[in-house]
């Protein structure tokens, strides 16, 4: 077996373990390593829920421990322009965005993708629970799952293509968390234990609906049930999802008598007094929230979708048949079958069980085993 060839590597450090690790590792196999901070959002982060300062003095700190060289790298302007502004769209159309699917085919691997490679990079690299393999009989590059089940992040890479694909590294979606916080304590990494970040990219640790109110404006309505019954009054479509169960500000309406026996007839699980109401339907024509009590009321079940805005890892969108596909990150693999995809931009799938909940401008991501093939925005879901 040959070893592998020494390249000049442009890693992404966010100041996070994940990525400062993936530093250690390219460096510890030869390679050269730069590392890149890149800064995306700039608005307020002076507040005390933007953690980019901290987190370049993380990421310059573990540069420091590796013995390689950090730039940081303002991409706040394409940001703005290539994510935030669709981000905003999507919402006030009624929409919700997965914002950081957007990002990572915009600046991650494009405006970072770029600037790497004007610094004479050969490969790019980042902290993503993902791997890329190279097809031997087709020549493609795929994009696999991580090992890791629980930190698999496939489903936020699904619209990269072949040349972003053949330019990537992933070094720890070979491995498992655990592992990864293991060799961060082992070589001192002054991040090791640094807690993961969650949510947004740009809105970070803060009150969702509190940041949305800067940007979108506020039609206030009315919250009706499955039986046109006014329940409460929300402030505005734009904030709310399907499946959203908290911030409602509605308390129980009691089912009973031929209502209660219908639910149960139907398998609902509990649809008492105190069952907890769930966002099922968004009416924009009358600017009316529908929410629904119990988990699995008919409303929030679908069978099958529409998709758009369809992007294939390999250039071109798989033969109709069956595979498996996400509607959202945190949910396992479901069986569907694929159709319509040839027709370009759009396709369907039809699913072998209910799926909960699937939202208008989520990503459903298609799977055959352990290879993603890519995906699309979900445009529409009926049961």
């Given amino acids: 077996m040959t070893a592998p060839t020494k390249q000049r590597v442009v890693v992404g450090l966010s100041g996070g373990v994940d990525s400062a690790v993936t530093a250690y590792l390219l460096k510890q196999q030869g390679h050269e390593v730069v590392g890149i901070f890149m800064k995306n959002w700039e608005d307020d982060d002076d507040s005390e829920y933007c953690s980019s300062n901290i987190d370049f003095v993380d990421a310059a700190a573990v540069a420091d421990v590796i013995g390689i060289e950090i730039e940081h790298v303002n991409f706040?302007?394409?940001?703005?322009?290539?994510?935030?502004?669709?981000?905003?769209?999507?919402y006030q159309?009624?929409?919700t965005p997965n914002p950081d699917v957007l990002c990572n085919a915009e600046i991650k691997f494009?405006?970072?993708?770029d600037h790497a490679m004007r610094l004479g990079a050969e490969k790019i690299a980042t902290g993503h629970y993902a791997r890329v393999r190279q097809n031997q009989s087709t020549g493609l590059f795929e994009l696999l799952k991580g090992l890791d089940p629980s930190k698999d992040q496939?489903?936020?890479?699904?619209?990269?293509?072949?040349a972003q694909l053949s330019k990537t590294l992933f070094p720890v979606g070979e491995l498992h968390k655990t592992e990864v916080r293991r060799i961060a304590e082992e070589i001192g990494l002054p991040n090791a234990r640094k807690k993961d970040s969650t949510g947004i990219c740009f809105i970070g640790e803060r009150p969702f609906r509190e940041f949305l109110n800067r940007?979108?404006?506020?039609?206030?309505?009315?919250?009706?049930?499955d039986r046109g019954r006014t329940l409460g009054q929300h402030v505005g479509l734009s904030f709310y999802t399907l499946g959203q169960r908290q911030g409602l500000g509605i308390g129980g309406v009691k089912a009973k008598g031929a209502e209660l026996k219908a639910a149960l007839e139907r398998g609902q699980r509990g649809v008492g007094e105190h069952a907890p109401w769930f966002v099922a339907r968004k009416d924009l024509d009358k600017n009316v929230l529908r929410v629904v009590q119990g988990h699995d009321h008919p409303w929030l079940l679908s069978h099958r979708l529409d998709a758009q805005d369809a992007s294939w890892c390999a250039g071109q969108?798989?033969?109709?048949?069956?595979y498996a596909a996400k509607t959202r990150y945190r949910q396992q693999d479901a069986a569907c079958t694929l159709s319509g995809a040839?027709?370009?931009?759009?396709?369907?799938?039809?699913?072998?069980?209910?799926?909960?909940?699937?939202?208008?401008?989520?990503?459903a991501v298609l799977y055959d085993g352990e290879v993603c093939l890519g995906g699309g925005v979900i445009a529409w879901a009926a049961d």
């Fill in 76 to 90: 706040a302007a394409d940001y703005k322009d290539r994510v935030f502004a669709e981000f905003l769209r999507e």
């Fill in 93 to 95: 159309a009624g929409r």
């Fill in 110 to 113: 494009k405006a970072f993708l």
């Fill in 154 to 162: 496939s489903y936020f890479l699904h619209r990269l293509n072949q």
């Fill in 215 to 225: 940007y979108i404006r506020h039609a206030p309505g009315p919250i009706q049930d």
């Fill in 317 to 322: 969108a798989p033969a109709p048949g069956v």
């Fill in 342 to 363: 040839e027709d370009g931009g759009v396709f369907q799938l039809q699913f072998a069980e209910n799926q909960w909940a699937v939202t208008p401008g989520q990503s």
